[in-house]
């Protein structure tokens, strides 16, 4: 997994009125949340998290806030719904010795048996949820479909992975191969 250091400032007023004052100075609201009983406000700026966000790898992230250090990953993240900027971030301590909920980005390889047929390829999903420790998350999940024919499909049951347990439902669809016209047509012989 790659990493990501983000420095940040502790804040002692959470209230709206110093919220919505942080989010107009180009700040963002975060919370750290843990292995210390509460929870740590603190905020970082926009600039400060674009490469975080705006990714579609997952990180682990070394957090310095007024200079302790820590080691978190980012578990929500909160978007204005008309502007799309960043109202707010959650952030999760993590230890080397207990297991974490994260989702995983999946990655297809091969080529379908169905689609030599004539089918289309569809992934239904781009992320797994996984539940294992830190140090066993792979920054992708591959998925081999050369034996996906047609009209078939892979689940997340029929997946394995050393070392993960998967959290997503079993009957969540990963990836299938959808029937066209074409492949129907040559399935008729015509």
Not at 115 to 141: D, H, S
Not at 146 to 154: A, N, P, R, V, W
Request: net charge positive; hydrophobic share 40%; proline share 4%.
């Amino acid at each position: 997994m790659k990493s990501f250091d983000l420095t940040g400032t502790s804040r002692t007023e959470v209230g709206k009125k110093s919220t919505s004052e942080l989010r107009k100075n180009n700040g963002i609201p975060c919370v750290l949340y843990g292995i210390e009983k509460e929870a740590k406000a603190f905020s970082v700026t926009n600039e400060a998290v674009r490469k975080l966000v705006y990714t579609p790898d997952i990180h682990i992230v070394n957090l310095t806030i007024d200079g302790k250090e820590c080691t978190a990953i980012l578990k929500d993240i909160q978007f204005h719904p008309v502007k799309d900027t960043i109202l707010h971030m959650d952030f999760l301590q993590v230890v080397a010795d207990k297991p974490i909920v994260m989702e995983v980005p999946t990655t297809l390889t091969g080529l379908a048996a169905g689609v030599k047929l004539g089918g289309k390829l569809q992934q239904a999903i781009r992320k797994i949820k996984v539940k294992a420790l830190y140090a066993n998350i792979p920054e992708r999940l591959t998925v081999d479909v050369t034996e996906l024919g047609l009209g078939k499909s892979i689940k997340v049951g029929d997946l394995a992975f050393e070392n993960l347990e998967l959290v997503t439902p079993a009957q969540t669809v990963v990836c299938s191969v959808a029937a066209t016209r074409a492949s129907r047509e040559a399935a008729q012989g015509k």
